[in-house]
């Protein structure tokens, strides 16, 4: 097993309104070596609350719950393009536009669904989107971030804040490492979900 699936502790999320099926790719996860955090959503619109405040590395989704959602899902996968979804195929999987990086069969055997995840796990730049358990800010991250969502640039948020460059890109990294977040659009939706800022400043 590659040693970043060893290290690294991934978290995975999985959309299935069957209680039989979600326990039951829950066990095989959870036996496999993936050192991997598992939640389970009945519905995308739990999924969507879920999202507010995690970004997971990977959802593994009932293909059926993406019907006539696709637009919603498009849009989370804009703001977050390093999530990589998984399709759970019953029978035939209807066409969903590319929405899915990979798929799989629930006939398929445990070692083949584990070979999939564990493939895309290898493709992540990890370093950059791995989120940690307390993505709470610093006072000055939350300032640099309140920066980075008005568009300043580096040298405007450190001039702003009589800092320096470099200190300014260090802040932006430990924000990106907190919250998973890279896109100033996603900071953007953190920052008001998270009170930081408000709507109305955009309004």
């Known amino acids: ?9 991934q978290h995975i999320v999985i959309l299935e309104a069957s209680k039989i099926i979600s326990e039951g790719l829950y066990g095989v996860l959870f036996h496999s070596e993936i050192n991997c955090k598992i939640d389970h959503c009945d519905t995308l619109d739990e999924f969507f609350e879920l999202f507010e405040t995690k970004t997971p590395h990977i959802l ?3 293909s059926m719950q993406f019907l006539n959602r696709e637009k919603e899902v498009k849009k989370i996968r804009k703001i977050h393009p390093n999530i990589h979804v998984v399709g759970m195929d019953y029978m035939h999987m209807p066409n969903m536009n590319g929405l ?3 798929s799989f069969s629930l006939y398929d055997p445990e070692e083949q669904i584990i070979q999939t995840i564990s493939k895309l796990f290898e493709k992540q730049p990890f370093a950059h989107q791995t989120k940690t358990d307390d993505d709470s800010l610093s006072e000055r991250e939350i300032e640099v971030l309140t920066g980075i969502v008005n568009g300043l640039s580096n040298k405007e ?3 702003s804040l009589n800092i320096s460059i470099h200190t300014v890109a260090t802040h932006r990294k430990n924000i990106t490492a907190k919250t998973g977040i890279r896109s100033q659009s996603g900071l953007t939706i953190y920052a008001i979900s998270k009170e930081i800022i408000s709507i109305d400043d955009f309004s």
Request: hydrophobic share 50%; aromatic share 6%; no cysteine.
């Open 1 to 9: 097993m590659n040693k970043i699936l060893q290290q690294t502790r």
């Open 60 to 62: 593994i989704a009932n």
């Open 100 to 102: 899915f990086d990979a």
């Open 157 to 159: 948020i450190a001039e």
